[in-house]
């Protein structure tokens, strides 16, 4: 009588297999998710970088103005923001340029958190910011400050989510006309302090539990700073785990 061979697998070849599979997966799968975010945040701040940027200058060609300013006028600003003066600047600068798909009402506040998740800072920019749906899902609030030319962005990738964490959910832009050009994306005031040398200050900024941790800045300005510092690309020493 013939032996019939058995190519079957055993019982522990099964389970030695599955564990082997498991523990591929437990190495690769984190990587690609944080690859993919990491994509996700370079590239959606590019995107809102070059739409606030596109809008500044189509403003600009159509209206010769490079200043980016509102007249003044008192309307209860705190510390020279009011959302008023915000919306009246969106509706003039960026109204027709923004393809939205939602506006907040006035007062939104978003669940805003420290890198880590561990400290609740509520808004930065407080209820004073204009928020509005981008079609690519991406919520941007946008602060006109009325004691000086800037306007700061507030850039939310992830607005639906219960906890935002800054540096991976939330970015903080800030724009300053030159007077010859237009608008550049930096914060000026960090630009002009920043160095190799304390670059590490940044970078604590960045993943810092304490809202405002340097310069009076907000810990979102210093996490926006440091990609867009790296021409929009995720540093290698950046803090914040994607």
């Known amino acids: 009588m013939k032996k019939k061979n058995n190519f079957g697998f055993t019982l522990a070849e099964v389970l030695i297999t599955l564990g082997i599979i498991g523990v591929v997966a ?22 809102t970088n070059a739409i606030i940027l596109q809008a500044f200058r189509r403003y600009q060609a159509d209206n010769g103005d490079s200043s980016m300013s ?30 939205t798909t939602h506006t907040y009402p006035k007062g939104t506040r978003f669940p805003i958190y420290s890198a880590n998740g561990t400290k609740y800072f509520g808004n930065s ?17 946008v602060a006109k400050n009325g004691n000086y030319d800037g306007t700061r962005i507030q850039v939310i990738l992830n607005p639906q989510k219960k906890k935002l964490r800054v540096g ?23 630009r002009a302090h920043y160095t190799e040398d304390n670059r590490k200050s940044y970078i604590d900024a960045c993943k810092s539990n304490v809202a405002y941790p340097l310069y009076a800045m907000s810990s979102a300005e210093f996490c926006g700073f440091l990609i867009l510092q790296n021409n929009f690309k995720v540093p290698k020493d950046y803090p914040v785990k994607l």
Not at 37 to 44: F, G, L, W
Not at 131 to 140: E, K, P, Q, R
Request: glycine share 8%; aromatic share 16%.
């Open 26 to 47: 437990a190495i690769t799968i984190p990587a690609l998710i944080s690859a993919c975010n990491k994509n996700i945040v370079e590239t959606r701040l590019n995107q």
């Open 168 to 190: 991976r959910d939330v970015f903080e832009l800030q724009y300053m006309s030159d007077g010859v050009s237009g608008y550049y994306a930096y914060n000026p005031q960090l």
């Open 70 to 99: 509102l007249d003044s006028y008192d309307d209860g600003d705190v510390n020279g923001y009011s959302w008023q003066r915000s919306k009246d600047f969106f509706d003039e600068y960026f109204g027709k340029s923004f393809n």
């Open 125 to 141: 920019l407080g209820t004073y910011a204009v928020y509005n749906m981008l079609n690519n899902g991406t919520v941007i609030g």
